[in-house]
Each structure stands twice: as C-alpha cells, then as structure tokens.
C-alpha cells in the first residue's frame, strides 16, 4: 500500500524515505526560480534541502515559476503535493529515496503580472534558471544571442507585457530599480558555456532591443551574472519511475526524479544581494569556472551526444546499455582521447584522465535508466555547444577530425528517420523537420547536411571537415553503423 506524498504524510514516510528535518513554517523565499523540471529538482533544490536541514539559511527557500504549458502542468502535480519531491538516488548496488522540501510555492504562469510583482519583492535576492540550451534564443553558427528571434522581437515591442523568461526578468528588474530595491542576481544553471555571460547578453540585449539603453547599462553595471557548471545525470521520469517509487518506496509521488549518486555545481561567486551558504553543501565556489565548464561540455555533454545517435541507429535503449556495446565504448574512448581530451586545458585540482573514467563509470551505471531518445533529443541546439566547438578548435591547429565528423555523420544518419533494422525514429529537435529534409538531400549529396549554416557555421565549409563527414556518411550508407564504427576503432575508416 502506497501513501500519497503530502505535508500531512511526511511521519508516515519517513520510514522508506528520508525527510525534511525542518518544518515548512520554518522557511521563507529568496529565490524565485524559472524551469522546475527533473534537472533543478535533483541538483539545486537537493543542494538548499541540505543546507536546510543542517540548520543554516532558510530565507531561501524556493519559489516555482515558468512560462510554458509543461511548467503549468508540472505546477498542478506539485502543487497536489504541497510541493514535495521524492528524490531517488541509483548507483550500484544504492537505491535511495528522500523527500525535499526546498520549494514553497509555484507562481502560476499564466499570470505574468504577479511573476513580475514577487521578482519586485525584496526578499528574492536570486532568480535562477534551469530553460534547457534552447532557451536562450543563441544563434548556433554564431553561439551569441539572436536578437531577432520572433519571441525576442515581441518582447521588445511590448515590454510591458512579457511573454519570454528574459521579459520578465527584464520588468522585475526595471520595477526594482524604479523603487529604489537592490537587483536581483541572475543565475544560470544550464549546460551552456558561460551560461552567465550568455544570460547576461540576452538581459541586456533586449533592453537594448526596447530602446531603453539607459536601462540597459544599469542592468550591466549593478547586476550579476555568475557563470557556473552543474552536472548531475538525471533521466526523464514516466510511468517506469513512478511505479518504481511507489512499488520500492511506498510513495505515491505524481512526478518523482530519479537520479545519479554523483552531483557537482561549480560557481562564481559574484552575487549582488547576498547568497545562501552552499559551499557548506558541497558547491564549490571558484574565480573562474571556464576550466570546470570546458572540461565537462566537452567529455561529458560530448560524450552524450558521440554515443546517442550510434546507440538510436541500433536500437539500444538505454544510456547504459550503449557501455555495454563494445562498439560503441570503444569509439566513445578513442573519440575521447585522440579528439576531445587533447583539445582540454589544465583544469584546477583535476586530473582530466581520472574524470574522464569517471564519466565511462556514470554512463555505465545500470540503475540510471537514462535513455539514448533523451540523449538525442535537441540536437540543433546541443551539437553547436558540445561537439562542434572541438571539431573547431582542432581545425583551427590543423589537425584531423575523423572522429568528430563521423560524430555528425551519425547525426545526419540518425534524422534520416529509420535505424539500421529499419525501425521508424521518432524526433524531438525544434527544427526537425529541415534536419530530416537535409539528411535525405544528403543520401546524395553529403555536404548536403552542412549547408545549415546556422548549425555548422564555419566547420561546415572546412574542406577537412568536408571529407572526413564525406567519408563517414558513405561508409555509415555502405556499411552500417556497427561497420563503421569498427571501421573508426581500427583504423580504416577512410
């Protein structure tokens, strides 16, 4: 028999489950925090619960918010549950559940008005984001903000009245100031490099974009933008999940996540209102995070996306189950040390080969459940930020890329809709369509794929580039993907 996750349940709970050692009443909001999907619930809410219940800075509890209809939904399963989440940690051997209780409410996204007003509210010193790498409208090619996305240009036609994330910001901000309240800070939790800086240039970009230029320079002169590197691997949830919790745990959760043992968070410490104590929970603080960010992007985000689209072209499910394959391991590890690694600068207190391993291990981990469709999911938003960037670097040296254009071979093979067996693909990529259009110009014409310029920008017209993706496609069209990737472990691919 199972119990419902609610405030009232907790005693009930604790039994399975380890729970909140401090009371609700306990806590009030400093930080208002856009996007609660799996990733913030297993990363920063798991990092404040801790600081909670060691006693330290409940005056910054968490407030939900978004945009979307999946925030809307996501709202309502939370709200049922006094906005508790049962976190379940896997790794060999370890199944752990505990229930968090670092947020305290969720704004409604469809009133803009009162998400504007509680940004108002002095009391909120952060507003953090976790909006996926789509969210912050950058041109792939260029991997700066395009301040013409349609979404952009509304916003800055009608500041008044926000639609995007960035908007509301944007007001929350202004009403501050026009009332005399210290800004906010504005803290990126995605996997972009120098997501600070990033989120910054679109503030302030449609500021600019608003003709508020006077706005625009106090928001770069009074309000932070810390850079940071988070990193915990977290699956979707489903039905599998919410079964499991139930069944193993007894707890009837509507929207549990499960995830890895292993987190990180590496942070600027650069804030403008004052922060909660988290190196206390384990965030490290540091100078300068591009090394940590780099290192991760490149091996693990990397990582990811080298081995998703082999695993979708032949039909392996899950994340671990692609270690499995000797295939696929073996070119994860050649593409990672003859290509990816050797592009990587020293990083503080890190031994890159021990991290690397370290990644294999978390791939490999079979209670994850992490699957290969989540891995290539948004791929004209994450090829741009975790595998061309190498590709670039290495060109820029003149050295080979064989393994990160076959990268994108598999890529372009993946969006032709139909893996090796013949079984239907099914995407999710915003631009899924002209991915699948190009793919199939592409069976022949290879360059055909690397005409989208917004994507490839200048790898794409590399005549090294060029042949090595010429090479790749023709033996993944010739061969077949197990073929190919022997092919690239041995040696013989060209």
Known sequence: MSTKLSLANLGAISAPASIPAYQRGDLTAGIVHFGIGN???AHQAVYLD????????????????????????MRDKLKSQDYLTTVVEQDVGKSAARVTGAMIDFLDPSDRGAAIEKLADPSIRIVSMTITEGGYFIDPASGTFDPEHPAIVADAKNPADPK?????????????????????????????????HVT?????????LADDRVFADWIAENVSFPNSMVDRITPATGAREIGH???TFGIADAWPVYCEEFKQW?????FTAGRPALEDVGVTFVDDVAPFELMKIRILNGGHAAIAYPGGLLDIHFVHETMEDPDIRGFLAKLEQTEIIPCIPPVPNTDIQDYFKLIERRFANPKIGDTVARLAQDGSNRQPKFILPSTLDRLAKGQDVQGLALVSALWCRYFEGRSDSGKAIEFNDASADRLHVAAMKSRGNPLAFLELRDIFGDVGTSPVFQKRFGEALASLHAKGTRATLKAYIDGNLA
Not at 266 to 270: F, H, I, L, Q, Y
């Open 245 to 247: 919790c139930e069944q």
């Open 200 to 208: 910054e240039h679109a503030v302030v970009g449609l500021a600019r």
């Open 50 to 73: 801790d600081l909670f219940n060691s006693g330290r800075d409940r005056d910054w509890a968490l407030i939900g918010a978004g945009v979307t209809t999946y925030d809307a939904a």
């Open 39 to 41: 990733f913030h619930r």
């Open 164 to 196: 995007t994330v960035f908007g509301i910001i944007l007001a929350g901000l202004k009403l501050r100031r026009d009332r005399g309240i210290v800004p906010f800070t504005v803290m990126s939790c995605d996997n972009i490099p120098g997501n600070g």
């Open 266 to 270: 590496v942070m600027e410490d650069k």
